[in-house]
């Protein structure tokens, strides 16, 4: 079992920036892939950016690129996700997700992460 943990979430007005942390459990933090997941209300849940295990790859959804940064620290069993020119779009539950299996590439389909975390919520105000 993986403990993930968010953090980082909050207020900010359009234009600022917020850092989300995700902690995840385990010994063998180095080996997963990591991802990043939003949902705003009354909308699906959609795939933000994800990391593969050594951090050499990522992929980031089109709404995000060029402003957020997805990076993994393995010595703090840590990934992050760096937001800037955050809009009020942006606004929604962010959830940190682990893949523990297959784990060399980054992924964006949500089915293929084994544990997920309750979530932050980022609010960005016009």
């Known amino acids: 079992q993986v403990q993930v943990v968010e953090s980082g979430g909050g207020l900010v007005q359009a234009g600022g920036s917020l850092r989300l942390s995700c902690a995840a459990s385990g010994r063998t933090f180095s080996y997963y892939a990591m991802g990043w997941f939003r949902q705003a209300p009354g909308k699906e849940r959609e795939f933000v950016a994800a990391i593969g295990r050594s951090g050499g790859t990522t992929d980031y959804a089109d709404s995000v690129k060029g402003r957020f940064t997805i990076s993994k620290d393995n010595a703090k069993n840590t990934v992050y996700l760096q937001m800037n020119s955050l809009r009020p779009a942006d606004t929604a539950v962010y959830y940190c997700?682990?893949?523990?299996?297959?784990?060399?590439?980054?992924?964006?389909?949500?089915?293929?992460?084994?544990?997920w975390g309750q979530g932050t919520q980022v609010t960005v105000s016009s």
């Open positions: 997700a682990t893949k523990i299996r297959s784990t060399w590439y980054a992924t964006k389909e949500a089915g293929q992460y084994d544990y």
